[in-house]
């Protein structure tokens, strides 16, 4: 330990000592000459310089070197060096200097991971370029990119995986530019591109188009194949605005709006504008819906496919609020995980959806599955296991009647954490099913590595059954896997008597849709598990 120390402060004087050198090279040489040269010069009293000087180049006795003269020449040629060696420093330093301010304005102006231009660069070439559009009366246009999967991307192979994309996105983006576009890193997933050499707008909606086609194939990241979904935006000069900040954010908006659908783009609008209002709104009364309860839960029932028996139902979230009216799911949910409330909503709904399955199993009701779904950012929550015991141990409902639904594009966004939840989930004996089945781009490897217990068929395979062959033979299909990996099987979306036939021959589960019942209250849940004309009813169509 003492050894430790010493060597330690000895390594600390001689960086401290090789620092001093580092820095003050100049002086340390400078010292150096005039020491030498007044060395010479306090030795030239110690030896006969003529006689030397003489014997050694020329053979004349008369010739002279007065020691004034050899002190002299010997003090100019120290300060010619000392001179050379001050200019070739400050040559140095110039250069140096030059280097650090191009350093500067890499910093300032290029996004370090793809050396493209970074936003502040953007707006000044934009600014340039609305310029020189003003003079020349043509429109510019202006293209928000977003590559909406880098989280998942950084969750499953790093941040090196995610830069890996990054770069590779950059690369696709920028081979299809004109030398006048500029494409520039905004930041994390998203870039915009200024198009100069726009001509008409069916010019730039075939560009965009091309590059969206393009953005999404997939990527080779770490000798995996890697695929994202991407949205663009799209303003255009000077119809969507005139200065660069609105410009810019008016694509942004675009953006956003495109978001709501997978791969699409959206040009700027009047509607768009009003989207974004309407948006705003909602968000700001998302905040206090709970407290005001303008929040509640409403239930859809799942049959056995063979009796149609009540075997499940599914808690549905509903907003009604005084002023902006009744509110889809689909609407207000995607808003919630923008603002940062989807982790406490769901914790709200699986409270109450525990605590009604339970009530109604105190009124002697049947004891049914409760399915609620799962976000994708409650599924990244390392403690949300626990949330759910905390619920079940709270509520007194037993953990075989709870199951917990989340989408198979939730699932494949981060594959490392979703097993390892589903894994926590099926310790507390919960079950997991996978809801949307057949929508996403889940890998048939992966499906029984997960652990799940049940698929739930989408609805689109459902809605052209039976008259529609492909969607019956992928029925048949799914249907026939399911049995392979002893997995259950529900068909969402049954709406028709000939639907509902046709999926009980199919060896499916369990029926979820209108055919049955529409999400209603609890109130009317409660009256549905109570009367046995409605399984009668059912059975008899």
């Not at 507390?428 to 068929?457: C, E, N, R, W």
Request: glycine share 4%; net charge neutral; aromatic share 6%.
């Amino acid at each position: 330990m003492a050894n430790n120390k010493v060597n330690g402060a000895k390594s600390t004087e001689q960086s401290e000592h090789e620092g001093f050198l580092k820095r003050f090279p100049l002086f340390i040489e400078s010292f150096c000459i005039v020491l030498v040269s007044a060395t010479i010069i306090y030795a030239i009293g110690f030896v006969d310089i003529e006689t030397s000087v003489s014997d050694l180049f020329t053979n004349q006795l008369n010739w002279s070197l007065p020691k004034t003269m050899v002190i002299v020449s010997i003090t100019m040629i120290a300060v010619v060096l000392l001179l050379i060696r001050f200019i070739m420093s400050l040559r140095n330093n110039i250069k140096q200097q030059v280097i650090k301010a191009e350093q500067i304005k890499a910093f300032a102006f290029y996004d370090q991971l793809t050396n493209l231009p970074n936003q502040a660069l953007a707006h000044d070439r934009l600014d340039r370029a609305i310029t020189q559009a003003e003079l020349k009366h043509s429109p510019i246009a202006i293209l928000y990119i977003s590559i909406n999967d880098i989280k998942a991307v950084n969750n499953q192979q790093g941040h090196r995986g995610g830069d890996t994309l990054l770069k590779e996105v950059a690369k696709r983006l920028t081979k299809e530019l004109s030398p006048e576009d500029t494409l520039a890193r905004i930041t994390g997933g998203e870039f915009i591109i200024i198009v100069e050499s726009l001509t008409t707008q069916d010019n730039i909606n075939k560009t965009t188009k091309s590059l969206l086609t393009k953005l999404v194939k997939p990527y080779k990241i770490a000798q995996q194949q890697v695929r994202i979904t991407s949205n663009i935006g799209v303003a255009i000069y000077p119809n969507d605005g005139r200065h660069s900040k609105e410009l810019i954010n008016n694509a942004d908006k675009a953006m956003r709006i495109a978001q709501q659908d997978k791969n699409k783009l959206e040009f700027f609008s009047k509607e768009i504008q009003e989207q974004v209002n309407t948006k705003k709104k909602i968000a700001e009364q998302l905040r206090g819906a709970l407290n005001r309860n303008e929040l509640e839960l409403h239930y859809q029932p799942i049959v056995n496919s063979r009796n149609h028996e009540i075997i499940g139902v599914e808690a549905l979230l509903r907003w009604n609020h005084e002023k902006l009216g009744e509110l889809s799911p689909e609407v207000f949910i995607p808003i919630a995980e923008e603002i940062g409330i989807i982790n406490q909503l769901g914790d709200w709904v699986l409270t109450q959806a525990c605590k009604q399955n339970k009530a109604w199993q105190e009124q002697g009701l049947a004891k049914i599955v409760m399915s609620i779904n799962l976000s994708v950012m409650q599924l990244a929550l390392d403690d949300y296991a626990q949330t759910v015991a905390t619920s079940l141990d709270a509520t007194h409902l037993e953990s075989q009647y709870l199951e917990l639904e989340i989408t198979e594009e939730t699932l494949m966004k981060d594959v490392k954490q979703s097993m390892n939840q589903v894994r926590l989930l099926s310790a507390l004996d919960v079950s997991v099913a996978i809801d949307d089945f057949g929508t996403g781009y889940s890998s048939m490897k992966y499906l029984p590595k997960f652990g799940v217990k049940k698929i739930k068929i989408d609805r689109m395979f459902t809605k052209g059954l039976p008259a529609n062959e492909i969607d019956s033979k992928t029925i048949r299909a799914i249907a026939a896997l399911a049995k392979q990996l002893d997995l259950l099987v529900t068909a969402e979306g049954v709406e028709t008597s000939e639907q509902c036939k046709f999926i009980e021959n199919c060896n499916i589960n369990a029926m979820q849709g209108y055919y049955f019942s529409k999400a209603i209250t609890a109130t009317e849940f409660t009256a549905l598990l109570e009367m046995p004309t409605w399984l009668e009813s059912k059975t008899a169509s």
